[in-house]
């Protein structure tokens, strides 16, 4: 009776030990994964880094650069290539801006040039003053401006050309109440394209007017940048620092004091960049 009596305790004690140690590895497991899901939900409920816009002011101010538009002289054109040809003073195109690479902005290696855009699509860069462009059948808008080498427009009463051009003989004229010598209008410029390393960490917001002007008390711009929006009451450049890397959309609109969008097929405009 003896010997059964400890051979029934030696059992005994072996199953307690087996289910202590049973349980301090389900205790360890769920501790682990206890851990990992509190580290996915603190990551997935992250809030997304805080973008911040700033006005720029250290440039050459360029006050006297004037733009002219030489040719064409007519207004009603041909299809096919076109002869452009304008005179740009006080700003030689093709040299680089004094204080480029000095700002943090992307610069053109190619130097100070014309932003050349056509019913307010993204601009293309001319380095030199005579160029040709083919231009469809239709109504065409022309907004035509000097530009800086790290592609900061030129913000002067003369130093941009408007054009309506009537090219061929469309069917119909979807500008036909636009009159780009006294209507209100906004032009998109930057930012635009690819933006990798040092020239993502800021990133130019630049567009132009046309016969407004901007004020806490008047017309302003909404710029809506990754979903966050911001208010802009002064005609400045702006550095957009936070962008995250991936697509980023950038949305302007020209509104009244009252926030209503002024009307104008250029007014509001939607683009995406993108941040490596």
Not at 13 to 33: A, H, I, P, W, Y
Not at 83 to 93: G, S
Not at 218 to 241: C, R
């Amino acid at each position: 009776m003896k010997k059964v009596s400890l051979i029934i305790a030696t059992v005994a004690l072996t199953l307690l030990f087996s289910c202590k140690n049973s349980t301090k590895k389900s205790d360890k497991t769920s501790s682990k994964q206890d851990s990992t899901m509190t580290k996915k939900e603190t990551q997935s409920t992250a809030p997304k880094r805080q973008i911040t816009l700033t006005k720029l002011d250290k440039f050459p101010a360029y006050n006297d650069v004037s733009v002219t538009l030489e040719k064409p002289t007519k207004t009603a054109l041909k299809p096919g290539d076109i002869e452009f040809n304008f005179d740009v003073t006080n700003m030689k195109l093709g040299e680089q801006t004094a204080n480029a690479g000095e700002n943090g902005l992307a610069n053109s290696k190619k130097g100070q040039h014309i932003h050349f855009i056509i019913d307010g699509k993204p601009y293309m860069a001319f380095y030199e003053d005579d160029f040709t462009k083919k231009l469809d059948e239709g109504t065409h808008l022309l907004i035509a401006f000097a530009s800086r080498s790290y592609h900061m427009s030129v913000k002067n009463k003369n130093a941009y050309v408007a054009r309506k051009f009537t090219v061929g003989n469309p069917s119909s004229d979807q500008y036909k109440e636009v009159d780009l010598a006294s209507q209100p209008t906004l032009v998109y410029s930057r930012p635009k394209g690819t933006y990798k390393g040092a020239d993502a960490k800021k990133v130019m917001l630049d567009f132009y007017l046309l016969n407004t002007t901007l004020s806490p008390e008047g017309n302003k711009v909404i710029a809506t940048i990754d979903g966050q929006e911001f208010t802009l009451d002064k005609w400045a450049p702006y550095g957009i620092e936070g962008l995250t890397p991936g697509e980023q959309t950038i949305k302007l609109e020209l509104v009244d004091n009252n926030g209503k969008l002024i009307p104008g097929p250029l007014n509001s405009v939607t683009r995406t960049i993108t941040i490596e």
